[in-house]
């Protein structure tokens, strides 16, 4: 057993709750794995073991979550290989690894993968949780589970329907959606994803609905009677009404959103993950060009940012997540998102870092016990140096994290340096 470690004080910080509220000026005491109070001031005083840390100018916040994550991707899209087969497992395996890692180090101490080929995610989750790498919380993700001749289905002809499954797992039916879902849950994914449509990102036409309600309920059924979750690629406002008709737990990106599905989105409490960012990255990597489906994806991504503000307002639960790994949008720079939804969707920084924080552990399934820095949840918090609401850039820059703790453990610690440097 590891000795006891002493209590970590964080005196005089600025508290970002994670629920939309601040606290100027409160003292943050992590006692093992957990904060243990969050007070004007230290209850009892030190102790002669505490680690005291004057934090004046300074902020402590939960750790964030990412809801849309794909450990292994990289460059997707950019060869012509089946989704999942572009490399062998074992470099994918690696990039996992490392993706997780850099993650983690970002201030995510939390992440609900979006799919990954292999059971990847599941040796992922189990590898972290006994310490063998560095890694956030994990929920992992299924395969894709897709109908044949989606509108991403490589198999054939160009690849002549090869044998290996990659990334998606091709279902058609009611049965052999139930059957993919409880394969995929066999081999430990907590998340089943769906590809519901094209569009977003995808080269297929957003119109396109790609299984049936009959295919999707069996799907969510059989997800839910395991105590699995289910998540879906939906790009049109039909198919987002008829995953919520049909109890699905996550919209991803969730394009033809307008009023109607902000209602039923409220009724139904179903978090969406708008991932604006590779559409407008990839977007601008090609400068003003069209390549057909660009066209759509300029005008969806227009009219997302039209309904975004709206949906926030009415408490649409949103969070951060994106395709990472895809074409043109590498892994790395996870809290580019942040910025981008406060300066080019305009929403207030406090409710993207709530969208980060104490959504994403709503999302995590965990809000019991992650997202907000409130006494008795698990330790998972940053340090920021400076003040994110301020400048939600601050969170861009990995060296103004002082901080990271996942459980009370640090991920990362430049906390020795603050000393010398009096705050803001
Ligand atoms: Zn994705």
Avoid at 255 to 268: A, P
Wanted: charged share 25%.
């Amino acid at each position: 057993m590891a000795p006891a470690r002493g209590r970590l004080v964080l005196e005089r910080a600025r508290v970002v709750v994670g629920d939309g509220s601040v606290v100027e000026r409160a003292t943050v005491v992590v006692d093992g794995d957990r904060i243990s109070s969050v007070e004007d001031g230290l209850p009892g005083g030190p102790r002669p073991d505490d680690r005291v840390v004057d934090l004046s100018g300074r902020t402590v916040m939960p750790g964030m979550v990412n809801c849309h994550f794909h450990a292994t991707y990289h460059n997707l899209g950019a060869v012509t290989a089946p989704f999942g087969l572009e490399e062998p497992m074992a470099m994918q395996v690696v990039r996992a690894v490392r993706n997780l890692e850099t993650l983690v180090r970002a201030g995510f101490t939390g992440a609900v993968s979006a799919g990954a080929p292999f059971a990847i995610d599941a040796s992922m989750k189990a590898a972290i949780d006994r310490r063998l790498i560095v890694g956030p919380r994990l929920v992992p993700c299924s395969r894709d589970i897709s109908t044949t001749g989606h509108a991403g289905d490589r198999s054939f002809p160009s690849h002549w329907d090869v044998g290996a499954l990659g990334a998606i797992r091709r279902s058609d039916g009611p049965d052999e959606f139930r059957r993919s879902v409880r394969l995929e849950i066999k081999e430990g994914a907590e998340m089943i994803k769906l590809f519901i449509t094209g569009g977003h990102g995808t080269v297929g036409p957003r119109e396109q609905t790609e299984l049936s309600r009959a295919e999707l309920a069996a799907a969510v059924e059989a997800a839910h009677q395991r105590g699995a979750r289910v998540r879906g690629h939906i790009a049109n406002k039909e198919a987002l009404l008829m995953a919520l008709d049909c109890s699905i737990d996550i919209v991803d990106h969730g394009d033809g959103m307008d009023t109607e599905c902000i209602e039923r989105l409220l009724e139904t409490d179903t978090p969406v993950v708008p991932s604006m960012l590779f559409p407008a990255r990839f977007l601008a990597s090609i400068g003003g060009g069209s390549l057909g489906f660009t066209d759509d994806m300029r005008h969806d991504i227009e009219a997302m940012a039209a309904v975004l503000p709206e949906a926030n307002r009415s408490g649409v639960r949103i969070v951060l997540g994106d395709d990472y790994g895809a074409i043109n949008f590498p892994h790395g720079p996870y809290a580019d998102e942040l910025a981008y939804y406060v300066e080019e969707v305009g929403i207030p920084p406090l409710d993207v870092l709530t969208w980060a924080t104490g959504n994403g552990a709503a999302v995590f399934g965990r809000a019991d016990d992650l997202g907000t820095v409130t006494a008795g949840k698990l330790a998972d918090l940053l340090v920021v140096d400076g003040d994110p609401v301020a400048d939600i850039n601050l969170l861009r820059n990995p060296g103004a994290l002082l901080a990271v703790l996942l459980g009370g453990h640090p991920v990362t610690d430049r906390l020795a340096s603050v000393a010398d440097r009096p705050g803001g």
